[in-house]
């Protein structure tokens, strides 16, 4: 069974970093594209970039909203994905997701969420 | 990046009723489409991809249609288990991009 579970949310502060992992079991994580998706309160989901599998080097995809900011990286020794959020900002208040992207880039596995909230 | 517009954003009706969401892309997406469902508490579900493809395990009461720009994703005989939200989503291009939702209510 695939499972996806985030960690790592909280409460920070305006300028602050935080780092949100995604535990992955249930499938040959090497063999996969991972995303990250937010969603802020009330709004659309928001596709935040990928890292591709094995198979293509591992390579990064970022949406231009977060691009430079934002980083996400993979320990494929114990099948943990992560991103790196640097410089946050209210806007960045929202659930963020972990997904499994086959490579035609649908997200056919969620995980659950972590809340993230950017306050003073 | 393309715009993706779910015109209802709540829609009621009652089980055993077909309804019918509707989106809409802002250029021409061929058939790179996928709808979503989701509940509270629970983790996003993948319905269908490529417009009309059945992810496995998703009932056969769901079905999509549509190419282009124009997409429907359509419930028969509505289960009280199907409410909740269900988004859209492109994958023609980069940045990937969802619509607003369009949340489901059971009368």
């Known amino acids: 069974e695939v499972k996806l579970l985030e960690s790592g949310g909280g409460l920070v502060q305006p300028g602050g970093s935080l780092r949100l992992s995604c535990a992955a079991s249930g499938f040959t994580f090497t063999d996969f594209y991972m995303s990250w998706i937010r969603q802020p309160p009330g709004k659309a989901p928001e596709w935040l970039g990928v890292i591709r599998n094995k198979a293509n080097g591992y390579t990064t995809e970022y949406n231009p909203s977060v691009k430079g900011r934002f980083t996400i990286s993979r320990d494929n020794t114990q099948n943990i994905l992560y991103l790196q959020m640097n410089t946050l900002r209210a806007e960045d208040t929202a659930i963020y997701y972990c997904?499994?992207?086959?490579?035609?880039?649908?997200?056919?596995?969620w995980g659950p969420g972590t809340m993230v909230t950017v306050s003073s | 990046d393309v715009q993706m517009t779910q015109s209802l954003s709540y829609l009621a009706a009652s089980p055993g009723e077909s309804v019918s969401i509707s989106c809409k892309a802002s250029k021409s997406i061929s058939n790179y489409l996928a709808w979503y469902q989701q509940k509270p508490g629970e983790a996003y579900k993948l319905l269908i991809y490529s417009g009309s493809t059945l992810q496995s395990g998703t009932p056969s009461r769901f079905s999509g249609s549509g190419s282009g720009t124009d997409f429907t994703l359509t419930i028969r005989s509505l289960e009280p288990e199907d409410f909740g939200l269900y988004y859209c989503q492109q994958y023609y291009e980069k940045p990937l991009t969802f619509g607003s939702g369009t949340k489901l209510e059971i009368k």
């Open positions: 997904a499994r992207t086959p490579s035609y880039w649908y997200f056919d596995f």
